[in-house]
């Protein structure tokens, strides 16, 4: 596989540092785990983090933490498997990234003639929504642009835009500037993890028919 | 000290002697960084005392050869507060409770371990050729947080010299990561 579309640097950095959201961090967290080069750079802040936490003024504990610590660690529970019911279920699921797999994933939604969407179900209230979003090959998402950021990870299939081609582990970021209208391959169907903020806005006759209906 | 000794130690035979050098020195800094990037005190003492819990039975998973102790200890902690965050939303709510593995990494996937030694001697190269300079930015900005407007009035320059010297050090260190190929 080679990955040729990363996320600009600042979203791996606040990635490394907690600082995104839980739908950015799931989305920029498949592609970290499929690209050794955006895994270093990540690897590099948690470097830098580390000196600095390293090198942070000391503040005291509690008088009893020590302690409190020490009686967690002696009565901490076993730890239970984590097991994925759903995931063995359905087909569609099964190959997902475990990182994915954790979360409890919605019915599948029709979007638009060949694209449909399954919500990924995450706790928190961040800014931005997950999904996974079907597309079969040929399909042509309508004209649209968003109010607010989109962060796409391609799991399986293709796409093409304005920006090239983009296939499994490639990592598309558009933001409100971006115009776009992904095409997708003819390799089979194209599914991806999406974070969106904002609502997507389709352009043209059908996009103001029909976007009332669509709520992605 | 050799911290990662320590944490070896504790790995190998539950040392609390190590356990407790390493608690004393990480704990309070642990507090620190926290409550310079935002925790209010409270948090900060909790998420503290969670990471140093989690140092203990993560301990068997540290290894030295890829991370240092401190950068290990603060993805720790950076996952407890993480966490610490979800679990607060939680409580709020009543029902619709979704059950998470509570210490997730979310970078570490179980077949992503082939080249992290050699991916480790990569990520230490470049940071020891960021400028002073550069790394400072990068600290001030992803790591502590701090507004661009704050940053400039801490380095004494103008805001758009900051702004571009933050995305020249962030450049920089993708370039030095790539050289190294």
């Not at chain 1, 304005?162 to 409100?176: H, S």
């Not at chain 2, 503290?48 to 993805?75: C, E, H, L, R």
């Amino acid at each position: 596989m080679t990955i040729s579309h990363h996320p600009p640097e600042d979203l791996l950095a606040d990635f490394a540092t907690g600082a995104l959201d839980e739908a950015e961090r799931l989305v920029v967290g498949v592609h970290v785990a499929d690209c050794a080069r955006c895994r270093r750079f990540v690897r590099a802040i948690e470097q830098l983090a580390g000196a600095s936490l390293d090198a942070a003024e000391p503040v005291a504990m509690g008088a009893d933490a020590f302690d409190a610590v020490m009686a967690r660690i002696d009565r901490r529970p076993q730890a239970a498997p984590v097991v994925s019911a759903i995931a063995e279920l359905d087909p569609e699921l099964a190959d997902l990234p475990d990182m994915v797999k954790r979360y409890k994933i919605g019915r599948r939604r029709r979007v638009a003639p060949g694209i449909s969407m399954r919500p990924i179900q995450l706790p928190g209230t961040g800014k931005s929504r997950a999904f996974l979003l079907r597309s079969e090959p040929g399909a042509r998402m309508l004209e649209h642009t968003h109010s607010g950021n989109e962060l796409t990870c391609v799991l399986k299939g293709s796409f093409s835009h304005l920006g090239g081609y983009y296939g499994p582990g490639d990592f598309d970021y558009g933001d409100d500037e971006v115009d776009h209208r992904p095409v997708v391959g003819d390799d089979g169907p194209c599914l991806c993890i999406v974070a969106m903020t904002g609502d997507l806005r389709m352009h043209g006759l059908l996009g103001r028919l029909i976007s009332p209906f669509v709520r992605l | 000290m050799d911290w990662a000794e320590l944490i070896g130690r504790v790995a190998a035979r539950g040392d609390r002697e190590a356990f407790k050098a390493l608690f004393e020195h990480f704990a309070p800094r642990i507090k620190g960084f926290l409550i310079k990037t935002g925790c209010n005190a409270d948090d900060a003492e909790e998420i503290s005392q969670s990471t140093m819990v989690a140092v203990w039975t993560k301990a068997g998973q540290f290894d030295p050869s890829t991370a240092g102790a401190a950068a290990w200890i603060f993805t720790i902690a950076r996952n407890q507060r993480i966490d610490a965050a979800r679990k607060a939303i939680r409580d709020g709510r009543v029902s619709k409770e979704i059950v998470l593995d509570e210490e997730a990494d979310p970078t570490l996937a179980a077949d992503q371990i082939v080249s992290r030694v050699e991916d480790a001697t990569r990520v230490a190269a470049a940071i020891e050729r960021l400028s002073v300079e550069q790394s400072t930015v990068i600290r001030l900005s992803f790591i502590e947080e701090r507004p661009h407007s704050e940053i400039a009035a801490l380095l004494g320059l103008p805001l758009g010299t900051v702004k571009s010297r933050i995305r020249l050090a962030m450049n920089r260190l993708r370039d030095l990561l790539d050289d190294a190929t």
